[in-house]
C-alpha cells in the first residue's frame, strides 16, 4: 500500500503563490530602477541641445531652495541659519519684487520675495546687463553665496542661471 502524498492546505498555496508574486515583483523593480537610471545617461548623451537645456533647467530646480525658506530660516533662528547657509553658494529660486540698478559704484540687485514680514533675498549680480533686462514679477533662480542676515539675507556674486 503507498502512502498518500501530505496535501498541502490551500491557505497555504495561496501564501506561498504571493511570496513568489511579491519577490519577483521586488527583483523586477530593483531591475527598472536601474534600467532607468542608465536611460537616463544614455538620453542625456545623445540629447538635443534643447533636450540638454531641459535636462540641465529640471536638474537646477532640484538644487534650488525657494527664497521664502531661505528668509524664514533666518527669522526663525538666525543662528542655525548661518550654519545652514552663510558662506555656502546656494541656488535661490523666487519672484523678483524690485531691481535696484541706479546707484554709481554699487552693483546692481534684485530683491527676491521672501518672508510675510518684508524680509527679501537680496541678490548682488554679477553682470551689469542681466539686470537691466530683469522685471519685477519674473520667476528666477539665481546662483550665488550667501552672505547671511542684515535687513535682508544677502547673496553676493549672483548669477541669473534660469528663467522661469
Given amino acids: 500500500m503507498e502512502k498518500p502524498e501530505p496535501k498541502i ?4 498555496k495561496i501564501l506561498i503563490g504571493l511570496i ?22 544614455l538620453a542625456a548623451m545623445h540629447a538635443s541641445p534643447s533636450e540638454k537645456k531641459k535636462l540641465s533647467a ?13 528668509t524664514e530660516a533666518y527669522l ?12 555656502k553658494v ?3 529660486a523666487g519672484t523678483i519684487a524690485d531691481i535696484k540698478n541706479n546707484t554709481p559704484g ?9 518672508s510675510k514680514n518684508d524680509t527679501y533675498v537680496q541678490c548682488y549680480l554679477v553682470e551689469e546687463q542681466v539686470a537691466r533686462q530683469l522685471k519685477p514679477g519674473m520667476n528666477v ?16 556674486n549672483c548669477k541669473l542661471v534660469l528663467v522661469e
Fill in 9 to 12: 492546505p490551500v491557505i497555504k
Fill in 20 to 41: 513568489a508574486v511579491v519577490f519577483i515583483g521586488g527583483i523586477s523593480m530593483l531591475i527598472d530602477k536601474d534600467t532607468q537610471a542608465a536611460n537616463m545617461k
Fill in 58 to 70: 529640471d536638474r537646477i530646480r532640484k538644487k534650488s531652495r525657494p527664497a521664502i525658506q531661505v
Fill in 76 to 87: 526663525q533662528n538666525e543662528q542655525q541659519a548661518n550654519d545652514t547657509f552663510k558662506g
Fill in 90 to 92: 546656494l541656488y535661490i
Fill in 106 to 114: 554699487q552693483p546692481d540687485y534684485a530683491l527676491l520675495t521672501g
Fill in 141 to 156: 533662480i539665481f546662483k550665488g553665496t550667501c552672505e547671511g542676515l542684515s535687513t535682508n539675507v544677502l547673496l553676493k
